[in-house]
């Protein structure tokens, strides 16, 4: 212990966790308010909150995962070439050649459906506590266009192992954007620039993939989690009891 | 100007509030108890995140990726499936044509949800036999007859089953058969979430008839058959 107070007590540590390490309630407060992570929480919760029935953790496990595919992605990034046919050879050598590759590209392709079901799930929480009635119907809308998203982040890196199953995959799917009236054709020559799915394709869906779609991701759960704490916290399954008349809701 | 201070009421008025007995003022403070989020929430999130990696490493050791041969345009595979979380479309393509399944339905259900919080229908927490039900319940099955009549003119048989098993739990407790128990749990349920119940569990089986049950041409076939993949 003495130990840990030479540590914890010096200039150095001081200068990066400002606030004490005793175990007082302002130091709690300070430790959650001063660190650009934690100030996402609010300092305390509610204490119906913290038991797993009011929300299930699925918001948190959503994010989580997309910390987990971010970090695997970025391994993943440094073995692939989002060219024909080295993708395809990229993912042998990553089978074969690649110290724990199978289990990195494993664990990327789970996280990525659990992820999907993840956000499925929460969405269904938050709908059966009716935890989108005001004021925090925006945030839901929001909440909605981080689904698409999610499904489009899957649906992009599901072509980039450039085998049968991508392939084809992507071909079903594109060949239901050309559907659109009007703009059908169109919208699929952008997507794959070009028509068929074909080399311009993996390089757009990689670009999509690994930057234009996680950024939109991360920006879009930065406004989510700040509509979270300005419209009153995370609600819970607080909004499926009934206010009796007369009293508080 | 200096203040006023003075009990005259005359001088200066005072707000008085009017409340009615049937509105009475609702208390708005949020008097919850709380508790710190350093370390009890903390602690939580720590313990879950933990149980996230643990469950997916060991899932990612037990179960490989799929990978199949190179990307080859020239030979189809039979059938051509899309990821699982587009089969539920890609079923609905077996009956509507393309604009319909592929692009008319997804952006009904996008908009549908979109606009959830912005119908008085979805902020009621009342039961739906909890209030006037008999003008509502008449307009439904009206609504209920036209869709089914769509979906059995095109034999969406996997849309229609959920469809009149939802309709048939919902107007349950309308019917004098119905048991006390029964109807007291069923009449509790608001509107918005019966059109939950019945969005989810046609997406549920769709999904899982177009991952599961689904062969070459489109075919059905069982699983334990070994036709699907």
């Known amino acids: 212990m003495e130990f840990m107070k030479t540590v914890t007590g010096n200039r150095l540590w001081r200068s990066i966790v400002r606030h004490g390490v005793v175990a007082t309630n302002r130091n709690r407060v300070m430790m959650v308010m001063e660190s650009l992570f934690l100030h996402l929480h609010s300092t305390k919760v509610r204490r119906r909150n913290l038991e797993a029935s009011s929300h299930y953790y699925l918001g948190g496990i959503s994010g989580f995962l997309f910390c987990v595919l971010t970090m695997t992605g970025l391994y993943l990034m440094l073995y692939y070439h989002p060219s024909v046919p080295q993708a395809y050879q990229d993912m042998k050598e990553l089978s074969f050649a690649v110290s724990n590759g199978v289990f990195l590209r494993n664990m990327h392709r789970w996280a990525a459906h659990a992820m999907v079901l993840a956000v499925f799930l929460h969405m269904l929480r938050v709908f059966y506590h009716k935890a989108y009635r005001p004021p925090r119907e925006f945030n839901w809308v929001v909440g909605v266009v981080l689904l698409l998203l999610t499904l489009l982040l899957s649906y992009t890196g599901y072509l980039l192992p450039w085998d049968q199953l991508a392939f084809w995959g992507v071909s079903v799917g594109t060949n239901m954007v050309q559907a659109t009236p009007f703009a059908g054709k169109d919208l699929r020559f952008l997507l794959l620039g070009g028509n068929i799915v074909g080399e311009n394709a993996l390089l757009r869906f990689y670009v999509l993939h690994c930057v234009i779609l996680p950024l939109a991701l991360a920006f879009g759960v930065g406004i989510h989690l700040w509509r979270v704490r300005k419209d009153g916290g995370v609600q819970g399954s607080r909004g499926t009891t009934r206010p009796e008349p007369g009293k508080g809701e | ?229």
């Open chain 2, 1 to 229: 100007m200096d203040l006023v201070k003075t009990s005259d009421a005359k001088a200066v008025p005072k707000r008085i509030a009017l409340i009615r007995r049937e509105a009475p003022a609702r208390l708005l403070e949020d008097r919850e108890e709380t508790w710190m989020t350093a370390p009890h929430l903390l602690i939580r999130e720590v313990i879950l995140f933990q149980a996230c990696v643990i469950a997916l490493a060991i899932v990612s050791l037990v179960f490989d990726a799929p990978l199949e041969g190179i990307a080859d345009p020239s030979h189809t595979p039979n059938p051509a499936k899309a990821p699982w979380y587009f089969l539920g479309l890609q079923e609905l393509l077996h009956y509507f044509p393309p604009i319909v399944a592929g692009i008319l339905l997804p952006a009904l259900a996008v908009i549908g949800i979109v606009v959830i919080p912005y119908f008085r229908i979805n902020l009621e927490v009342v039961g739906f036999y909890e209030r006037p039900w008999r003008r509502s319940l008449a307009f439904l099955t009206a609504l209920v007859a036209v869709v089914s009549a769509i979906l059995v003119a095109y034999h969406v048989w996997p849309v229609l089953v959920p469809t009149l098993v939802v309709f048939a739990a919902m107007s349950l407790p309308a019917l004098p058969v119905c048991p006390e128990g029964v109807k007291k749990w069923l009449a509790r349920v608001p509107l918005a979430d019966w059109i939950m119940h019945w969005f989810v569990s046609v997406v549920v089986i769709l999904t899982v008839i177009g991952t599961l049950f689904r062969g070459p041409g489109w075919s059905w076939v069982w699983p334990w058959a070994g036709g699907a993949h």
